[in-house]
């Protein structure tokens, strides 16, 4: 009876999730958070040699670029792989982040810090533009090195016949792509000085530490880099090509390089200390020389304030979870502790504050202007510190997304980067007083971290309008607000960006990567001279840190910036830095004539375009699965269930077929069938379908009665979320149901017309074991109504609140209230006990058409790590977690009896991301809630916490 | 339950005879010795490596048959003798296949996968099983007439480049970077451990033999086992080697081709292609010619160097052309074969086949054969 009811429930469970019918499964499933369709993308494709490109119309200059790139990197990299990728590649343009971030070709939500991906399931290619050519180069490339690994990879297991469909190890997945697509650059530089400086590099025999994470890339793409030089790059691609010889990929390693982990470690790790131990005998770890301001988190941003009494830096900063915005007081050698001004990544108006990619600013009056991302697209924040309240907040309709925001020194303009339609990141000045918009720059260079001079008459800022051997550099430029003429500043083959100028105007204090990790240089100026605004063509050191500096801010001679060092983002100041740039006396000319100004590049060549179509879909099948049951006491039931959808996702067709028959002459009636359309490019998400469900069933729901049901129909669903936190949705089905008891005479026939409308909100931040963060709250209503029969009758309503106080950094206090009531006749019934609800009772056991449930829980954390080494093998788990728990409650029909309860103790353990192990002790509370039961309970199962 | 176990057992019975008529196949066998007639024993026709025949090729080509394999096929050739082909696969199955109709006569399984080409001497094969895992690395001496193996020879690493037979005896290289001589008694003769690895065809000329190392080194050795000559270049050595009297050509993963000299000991020239070159040049009365993995075709004077023309065919070229009388067959691995015209890389005919191609094309009994990565061997004709 089990393995029946449990493969029913395995198919009405996908059946949930095509009818949006949340009353099915409606105490275990209804939460998440939504992706928002804002926009419908009117799709082009764009047919090259080998990729089919969709892009949307306004994007279609960057598009052609992109083209470009895509068949310039196909031909460098079937060389390097020795390889062709016969299928025409399918590549997806986005042209902003916020637009990448709707995408229906992953299910999930997308976070911000992913730049791409390659999706195996139809071979796509989807990325979002930020601005940045070079970055829109590096990251195509970045994603045809999976097109070729994976797709050479696959050929080779087919020609040998593998079964297995294993991939290398992820780093070297990763660090390949890297590899193989950008040069090594400052940031990649910053983090492995970091790594070895302060000790956390592992070799190949821990990297699984380091699994998935942004340090994983580079280190991947170092020890590559290492494999090339001391071995030669033909031993990557042999790497590839003797993934025959074993499935495990260390046998590979030693096959091909005649060494295996251990013995690698051992050079690569001497490597290191010999190229990044000398690093600091001439420059210096950040919170060595200069004096740190924060010490936990990831902190970035840092401006200074007074009001008047005291000394603040304001800064952005995620510290708990959330991006948000904190002050902290400076002054007399003491710093106080970061006091939260604005918390982000909770409501709506802050989905998110894009902590990565943007900046904020503080006018002398105490005005903070910052971005966040609100329903689809950035806003400008102005919030008052004087009155703790926002004052307003700002959109543009053609800029869909906003960056470095800046006041003039008067407060009374903002300059800020945006990104338009066309992919284009341009300068924009907004004047607060005039509410006015002027746009500065109209073109493909991507001009950021702009700054007002003093007198508001120029603004300095970062371009990659230079370049040299296609390699294009950023350097820096003034535009004067007058007649918009750009003039050059520097012309170096190496980045500079983050200008800003002192306040007397006679200097631009900037970053520059001109040693191989971004330090501070200043350059001396003077804005009133008409032919040359450049007094000495130098550029002069400020700051030699073994790691990068970014978003540096001035106040007369004081400089705070952030920086990076063991593996986080900390805010520094230097008290005095004219002194402390004397130290290093170091000049560099600024001159290089070999720099090309405004260079031109063109999208794809026209021979090389093989046609330009509108979209039109094209159904390819996602997954295709099916069972075959046998049980002695059922017989054997077997079934298919398969999906399709169009490239885009947007639309999807499900089929369901299964069938239970026991004899032949049961075999047309015991058909069991869904199909289901899923609709998703539009804001509103819908689905509609027909079925016929025929089988004989035990349904806990219903009484203690074993039946044979037989029951067709259709059904509509639909989701409106009102943002990234909140949403309606609604459902509607009709369907004939046939039922006859076995054993008994009885049987009913109903049509059931079943509605249900509820609302969802989620903002809950999750840790490795469940919710930590937030709130999470459902509330349902819906009737079930047999109009024709009259047998069934009731109505729904259904309530689910969950909070979680946060108490530190891993702890908080959950709470949870259920309150479920289904009222009429042959009224479903809820069902509770076990880990997921009631604890120490048996799972599943209570029963009743009302049910309440009240659980008070503090999370906490056990036990970060624990190492268990075998001889042959070291195992390593991470982040055991404990809850102390209260719970009570019940379910009932008519008559209410008495409340349930129990308390205990729990450990969680998340095993791999997919799921959580939990084992709960304790003791319920019985006998009208008296007394504790004698002795303890325990339990063992997996799932989230609530 | 009775019905039940019926079925259970039919299944059983089922799943029993597929494997064992899949795992089974006639073992590979000729009725009689064979006259040596119609032989392409070597990968390149012969142990120079020359890939060229000096016959006529009549146009256009029209695919004759398709056979199909059990498993996939690395960069090698046929080999053929009489009216059969034989070819080994990567699952280590070896085909007997009817030369005139591609029918597979027969097939045995050797567990090990064959990475190069099955070697014909004398009505006996010469099986070259790569190392796995488990199993380390052979040649195998098979009689064909008698259908059995006749010794197995242990090689210490991996054969996976091609071998060569140079009057009856065997040379051959292994992963492992040592280099063996094997005589016609199937007995060790010497064996030289360059310290590397190699990933090249070696090519056999006048009483001597060159192969080089994955970092660059290149070895001439003589028959008797002793390294006549060493030296480096600077890059990787992957593609392999052919000569032409005491002339040595080969190309570097950089794309430099060379000619080095053996009788004066030096470099004829270097020259610097457009990319990588895996391919092993081929070499005619005038001229070499070799592909490289941007998919441009060169024919270079094999004197001086000097470009005679330069054809872009896109695609990879990674194995080596064909040379019949004076047109090029040129394998393209974007699932192409070009027929060009020597003289001047006018292409003549281009075929478009299934699969991308693995096989350097074989010309034999005005038969043109080739093997794709789809399994599959194409036979050509006019």
Not at chain 1, 37 to 60: A, G, M
Not at chain 1, 690 to 704: A, E, L, M, T
Not at chain 1, 852 to 871: A, H, M, Y
Not at chain 2, 120 to 143: C, H, Q, R
Request: proline share 3%; with cysteine; charged share 25%.
């Amino acid at each position: 009876m089990r393995s029946k009811k449990l493969y029913q429930k395995l198919i009405e469970s996908c059946l949930f999730i095509f009818l949006f019918n949340i009353t099915l499964h409606a105490q275990f499933t209804y939460f998440g958070r939504n992706k928002v369709q804002y926009e419908v993308f009117d799709w082009q494709v764009l047919k090259t040699e080998h990729f089919d490109i969709y892009y949307y119309p306004q994007f279609s200059e960057i598009a052609e670029i992109g083209a470009q790139f895509a068949e310039e990197a196909y031909d460098d990299l079937k060389f390097k792989f020795n390889h062709v990728v016969l299928q025409r590649i399918p590549l997806i343009f986005y042209n902003t982040h916020l637009h990448f971030q709707q995408t229906n070709t992953v299910p999930g939500i997308l976070p911000e810090g992913v730049g791409g991906f390659f999706e195996f399931m139809k071979g796509r290619v989807v990325l979002p533009y930020d601005g940045s050519l070079k970055q829109f180069k590096h990251v195509i490339k970045h994603e045809l090195v999976h097109v070729f690994m994976t797709n050479k990879i696959r050929r080779i297991q087919n020609d040998f016949r593998l079964t297995s469909e294993n991939l290398p190890p992820l780093w070297f997945v990763e660090g390949l792509a890297e590899f193989w697509s950008t040069e090594w650059d400052d940031q990649a530089e910053m983090i492995l000085r970091d790594g070895v400086l302060n000790g956390y590099i592992p070799g190949l025999s821990e990297i699984d530490k380091i699994s998935g994470t942004f340090l994983m890339y580079k280190v991947g793409q170092k020890i590559l880099e290492f494999v090339s030089e001391k071995y030669g790059e033909d031993k990557i691609l042999l790497l590839i090509e003797n993934f025959w010889k074993s499935s495990n990929f260390e046998d590979i390693w030693k096959i091909t390089l005649g060494v295996n982990y251990s013995e690698f470690d051992k050079e690569w790790k001497y490597y290191l200390r010999k190229k990044y131990f000398p690093v600091v005998k001439d420059e210096d770890l950040p919170g060595f020389s200069a004096k740190k301001i924060t010490d936990f988190g990831f902190n970035f941003s840092p401006v200074y304030y007074n009001d008047n009494k005291e000394n603040w830096i304001i800064f952005l900063a995620n510290r708990d979870g959330y991006s948000s915005i904190y002050k902290i007081k400076v002054g007399e050698g003491k710093t106080s502790k970061p006091e939260l001004i604005l918390q982000g990544e909770k409501t709506d108006e802050f989905e998110s504050l894009h902590l990565f990619r943007s900046s904020i600013d503080v006018s002398n009056d105490g005005i903070i202007a910052f971005v966040s991302k609100s329903k689809g697209r950035d806003n400008i924040n102005f919030f008052d510190l004087r009155n703790n309240r926002l004052s307003f907040s700002k959109s543009f309709e053609n800029i869909l997304s906003i960056s470095n925001p800046k006041f003039s020194f008067d407060a009374q303009k903002l300059v800020f980067s945006g990104i338009d339609l066309k992919g284009f990141r341009d300068l924009y000045v907004f004047d607060l007083i005039r509410d006015k918009l002027i746009r500065l720059t109209n073109d493909y260079y991507d001009d950021r971290n702009p700054s007002f001079s003093p007198d508001g008459k120029f603004v300095v800022f970062s371009s990659d309008r230079t370049s040299q051997n296609k390699n294009f550099y950023y350097n820096l430029f003034l535009i004067d607000l007058h007649d918009f003429e750009i003039k050059k500043i520097t012309s170096i083959n190496s980045d500079q960006a983050y200008p800003i100028f002192s306040r007397d105007g006679q200097k631009i204090i900037f970053t520059s990567n001109i040693n191989g990790v971004s330090n501070l240089w200043f350059i001396k100026v003077n804005i009133s001279r008409a032919d040359s605004i450049i007094v000495d063509n130098k550029i002069e050191q400020l700051t030699a840190f073994t790691s990068s500096v970014y978003d540096p801010n001035l106040k007369d001679s004081a400089l705070i910036f952030c920086s990076f060092e063991n593996f986080s983002f900390q805010i520094y100041e230097i008290d005095n830095y004219i002194r402390e740039s004397q130290r290093f006396n170091k000049k560099i000319s600024i001159s290089n004539d070999s720099l090309r100004v405004n260079w031109i590049i063109k999208g794809i060549d026209g021979f090389k375009v093989k046609e330009r179509i509108r979209y039109e879909r094209e159904y390819t099948l996602d997954f295709a699965q099916s069972h075959i049951t046998t049980n002695p006491v059922y017989g054997t039931s077997g079934g298919a269930l398969f999906s399709i959808s169009d490239l885009m996702s947007d639309d999807h067709y499900q089929f369901l077929i299964f069938n239970t028959a026991q004899s032949r002459d049961e075999f047309l009636k015991s058909f069991n069938i869904a199909i289901t359309r899923i609709s998703l490019a539009q804001k509103t998400n819908y689905a509609y379908g027909v079925f016929h469900f025929s089988g004989r069933r035990y349904d806990i729901r219903d009484s203690d009665e074993y039946f044979f049901e037989r029951s067709f129909g259709i059904y509509f669903g639909l989701s409106y979320p009102f943002s990234f936190f909140r949403r309606l949705e609604a459902t509607f089905s009709l369907a004939n149901s046939d039922k006859e008891v076995f054993f008994t005479s009885k049987s009913r026939k109903a049509l059931l017309l079943t509605n249900s409308v509820s609302y969802v909100f989620d903002n809950s931040l999750w840790a490795s074991s469940g919710p930590i963060d937030g709130s999470r709250f459902m509330v349902l209503l819906g009737l079930t109504n047999d109009i024709k029969f009259s047998n069934v009758n009731y109505f729904s309503f259904m309530l689910d609140y969950r909070n979680y106080l946060r108490l530190g950094l891993k702890s908080a206090f959950a709470t949870r209230f259920q309150f479920f009531f289904n009222e009429g006749k042959e009224a479903r019934r809820f069902f509770m006990g076990g880990n997921w609800d009631l604890r120490g009772y048996p799972r599943w056991s209570i029963r009743g058409e009302k049910l309440w449930l009240t659980s008070f829980e503090f999370r906490f954390p056990l036990i970060d790590q624990i190492t268990v080494r075998f001889p042959f093998l070291t195992m390593n788990l991470f982040e055991f977690r404990g809850a102390t728990f209260f719970d009570m409650g019940n379910a009932w029909d008519i008559k209410y009896n008495q409340t349930l309860g129990s308390v205990g103790f729990g450990i969680r353990m998340n095993l791999f991301g997919v799921l959580v192990l939990r084992y709960d002790i304790g003791k319920r509370i019985e006998d009208g809630f008296r007394r504790f039961q004698d002795g303890l309970f325990y339990q063992f199962f997996f799932g989230w916490d609530f | 339950m009775v019905k039940y176990l019926k079925f259970l057992f039919s299944l059983v019975l089922f799943i029993v005879y597929i494997t064992l008529f899949n795992s089974c196949g006639k073992k590979i066998q000729i009725p009689n010795y064979l006259k040596p007639d119609n032989i392409w024993s070597h990968y390149g026709y012969d142990s120079e490596r020359r890939f060229f025949v000096d016959d006529s090729l009549h146009l256009p080509l029209k695919i004759l048959y398709r056979t199909e394999l059990k498993a996939g096929l690395n960069y090698s050739s046929v080999t053929t003798m009489d009216k059969f082909l034989f070819v080994g696969d990567l699952k280590g199955n070896v085909y007997k296949i009817a030369l005139n109709s591609g029918k597979i006569e027969n097939y045995n399984n050797f567990k090990q996968p064959i990475l190069t080409n099955i070697m014909i001497k004398e009505n006996e094969l010469f099986i070259p099983l790569a190392a796995t895992k488990e199993k380390m690395s052979y040649l195998i001496s098979y009689d064909l007439v008698k259908g059995e193996e006749k010794k197995r020879i242990p090689l210490e690493g991996s054969v996976e480049k091609e071998i060569l037979i140079v009057n009856g005896d065997i040379f051959l290289a292994t992963t492992s970077g040592i280099i063996y001589k094997i005589r016609k008694d199937l007995v060790e003769d010497w064996k030289i451990e360059t310290g590397s690895q190699i990933y090249s065809h070696p090519a056999a000329g006048d009483k001597f033999l060159v192969t080089g190392t994955i970092d660059g080194w290149v070895y001439i050795i003589s028959y008797d086992g002793k390294i006549n000559k060493k030296f480096k270049v600077n890059n990787s050595l992957k593609s392999g080697f052919s000569i032409d009297e005491s002339k040595i050509y080969f190309g570097d993963a950089f794309g430099f081709m060379y000619c080095y000299d053996y009788g004066q000991e030096k470099f004829l020239f270097t020259k610097k292609l457009d990319a990588p070159i895996l391919a092993i040049p081929s070499i005619d009365r005038e001229n070499i010619y070799i592909g490289d993995l941007k998919g441009n075709v060169y024919a270079l004077s094999k004197q001086t160097g000097d470009l005679k023309w330069k054809k872009l065919l896109g695609g990879l070229i990674n194995n080596a052309i064909l040379i019949v009388g004076n047109k090029l067959v040129v394998p393209n691995f974007q699932k192409k074969i070009f027929i060009l015209d020597k003289f001047n890389g006018e292409i003549l005919q281009e075929i478009e086949l299934d699969g991308r191609i693995k096989f350097s094309p074989v010309y034999i009994d005005h038969k043109l054969i080739l093997g794709c990565d789809d399994k599959k061997i194409i036979c050509l004709s006019n």
